[in-house]
């Protein structure tokens, strides 16, 4: 008798996501409302496979909406997985607009390096204070009192 197979990785998971990550699989170049409706589906399944794919995004898709969309996914998830795809997005100056979520997200899951990738930011665009400020915020009420 040969061994079972392995499950596939939506196994356990939301009954939508295997269609979902396929739609992920192929995105338009312009990213379209189809993607923004994959992206906030996606933003509601519970799990690691959904996270493996929201990550995918934000590091495979090219600048815009979509992307944006995506790393706002993935910053509210606080997961720990999240972190390199989110500090990568922070070096892209192309992607503006999704610097806020994506310090935020590193602000919610804390610990180093997601802490450090905030603070390293700060550092390197003083002038970019503004877009930094929830995530400054979030740091500074999980510091302990002294």
Known sequence: ?????PPAPWAGSAPA??????????????????????????????????DAVLNRLVTDLP?????????????GRRVPEAVPALAALLLDDREYAGHADALRG??????EPATGHVLAYCRRFPERLETARGALGLLARRAPAS
């Open 63 to 75: 600048p815009g909406p979509a992307r944006v969309r995506a790393t706002g996914a993935l910053s």
């Open 1 to 5: 008798m040969s061994p079972a197979p």
């Open 106 to 111: 590193l602000a919610a899951i804390g610990g």
């Open 17 to 50: 996501l295997p269609v979902l990550g396929g739609l992920a699989a192929r995105p338009r170049p312009d990213g379209g409302p189809l993607m923004d409706d994959v992206v906030d589906a996606l933003a509601e399944c519970p799990g690691g496979a959904a």
